[in-house]
């Protein structure tokens, strides 16, 4: 059984670096892709980017270089870093599997940015 | 940019409800890699149908995606109050900057 669980603030400052992980257990960050996506409350879904281990990371440039995403194979987690956020960054933001078709995804983690 | 759906779709259970997914030639129309998710509030998008037709172990047979051109396709058949939900679509856009998109989501509701 695949599971995936976000963790992270739950605000952050304007301006700030905010940073999620994403735990994956029943499979191996090194095998996949892997990504995050983020939903502002009663809006569609976003693709933000995704990882496929020591290959290729791929971003939304809507983000303006604000985003990057890496892994951890000794804890089977990966991390989103986005920085000098905004108001606009205000969201729920998910971790899945898979890229074209994201299959597993986490429950969520709810980011407010605000001074 | 994101994939147009219609805002809104109703059903009575027992009826079939098709939700479209509008994209373009380089996107929907040029890969068979479209997805539907169903998201219940509060809680996490579920894959229902990907590569347009495929279902993942565990989703109803009810559940079933074709495509035409650059539009894609969710039909609900024998409706039931539990798929009262939120629907994207999603779809491949190839090697370019932003290389997966989803739709703008579909309330569906069951009257």
């Known amino acids: 059984q695949v599971q995936l669980q976000e963790s992270g603030p739950g605000q952050v400052k304007p301006s700030e670096t905010l940073s999620l992980t994403c735990s994956v257990s029943g499979a191996s960050i090194s095998t996949y892709y892997w990504s995050w996506i983020r939903q502002v409350p009663g809006k569609e879904l976003e693709w933000l980017g995704f990882f496929y281990h020591g290959e290729s990371t791929k971003y939304n440039p809507s983000l303006k270089g604000r985003l990057s995403i890496s892994g951890d194979t000794s804890k089977n987690q990966f991390s989103l870093t986005l920085t000098s956020v905004t108001a606009a960054d205000t969201a729920m933001y998910y971790c899945?599997?898979?890229?074209?078709?994201?299959?597993?995804w986490g429950q969520g983690t709810q980011v407010t940015v605000s001074s | 940019s994101a994939l147009t759906q219609p805002p809104s779709a109703s059903g009575s259970p027992g009826q079939s409800v098709l939700i479209s997914c509008t994209g373009t030639?380089?996107?929907?129309?040029?890969?068979?890699?479209v997805s539907w998710y169903r998201q219940y509030p509060g809680q996490a998008p579920q894959l229902l149908i990907f590569?347009?037709?495929k279902r993942p172990s565990g989703v109803p047979g009810r559940f079933s995606g074709s495509k035409s051109g650059n539009t894609a396709s969710l039909t609900v058949s024998g409706l039931q109050v539990e798929d009262e939900a939120d629907y994207y679509c999603?779809?491949?856009?190839?090697?370019?900057?932003?290389?997966?998109?989803f739709g703008t989501g579909t309330k569906l509701t069951v009257l």
């Open positions: 999603s779809s491949y856009a190839g090697n370019v900057d932003v290389p997966f998109v």
């Open positions: 030639s380089t996107d929907v129309g040029a890969y068979e890699y």
């Open positions: 899945a599997r898979g890229f074209s078709s994201p299959d597993y």
């Open positions: 590569e347009v037709t």
